[in-house]
T-cell receptor
Framework: AQSVAQPEDQVNVAEGNPLTVKCTYS??????LFWYVQYPNRGLQFLLK??????LVKGSYGFEAEFNKSQTSFHLKKPSALVSDSALYFC???????????FGGGTRLMVKP | NAGVTQTPKFRILKIGQSMTLQCAQD?????MYWYRQDPGMGLKLIYY???????DKGEVPNGYNVSRSTTEDFPLRLELAAPSQTSVYFC?????????????FGPGTRLTVL
């Protein structure tokens, strides 16, 4: 069975500093990896995905993520955080044979001015 | 494009009542999904559909039913509401080749069962 772990319930960052939100996964076969963001009282919005190719993936709003196969990780990063980045972030994984997307428990990002 | 729409936005049910959560998408997506999100938790897949007339169970299907008579609509039915079904329900859709495509989510339905 596939699984996703987001080890931090909350990440606190000062505005302008770099941020990292961690994600590790377990899946049989090649992973398809996704990051989603959820703002209060809204549905999830797609940020970026890794399917194949370059290990560094660039997405919306200046976010990027690095796929590391040996460490089974897919950490979300941004060079300079904004207060408006404060939200709930979800990592998700799907194997290349299945239809189901498995989500991590989410990490709340708080960016303080 | 309206994207994925869900109705109602909020609902309070009494134990044992039934209701249908509506979901529609106008992006001609073949794949549709229902998730529930409990407070402080990630999303759990309830049911999904890979096309009209085809549905399958997800992680947490007990207490729910679905149907998919058209490409656009994917309603979720609760037959005998229980307090454990208090949650926020999200519908999502994705393109025909579901595995590599991102899912588009609706705004959610907040359900309370008392």
């Amino acid at each position: 069975a596939q699984s996703v772990a987001q080890p931090e319930d909350q990440v606190n960052v000062a505005e302008g500093n770099p941020l990292t939100v961690k994600c590790t996964y377990s899946v049989s076969g090649n992973p398809y990896l996704f990051w989603y963001v959820q703002y209060p009282n809204r549905g999830l919005q797609f940020l970026l995905k890794y399917i194949t190719g370059d290990n560094l993936v660039k997405g919306s709003y200046g976010f990027e993520a690095e796929f590391n196969k040996s460490q089974t990780s897919f950490h979300l990063k941004k060079p300079s955080a904004l207060v408006s980045d404060s939200a709930l972030y979800f990592c998700a994984v799907r194997d290349n044979a299945g239809n189901m997307l498995t989500f991590g428990g989410g990490t709340r990002l708080m960016v303080k001015p | 494009n309206a994207g994925v729409t869900q109705t109602p936005k909020f609902r309070i049910l009494k134990i044992g009542q039934s209701m249908t959560l509506q979901c529609a998408q106008d992006m001609n997506h073949n794949y549709m999904y229902w998730y529930r999100q409990d407070p402080g938790m990630g999303l759990k897949l309830i049911y999904y559909s890979v096309g009209a007339g085809i549905t399958d169970k997800g992680e947490v299907p007990n207490g729910y039913n679905v149907s998919r008579s058209t490409t656009e609509d994917f309603p979720l039915r609760l037959e005998l509401a229980a307090p454990s079904q208090t949650s926020v329900y999200f519908c999502a859709s994705s393109l025909r080749t579901g595995s590599t495509n991102e899912q588009f989510f609706g705004p959610g339905t907040r359900l309370t069962v008392l």
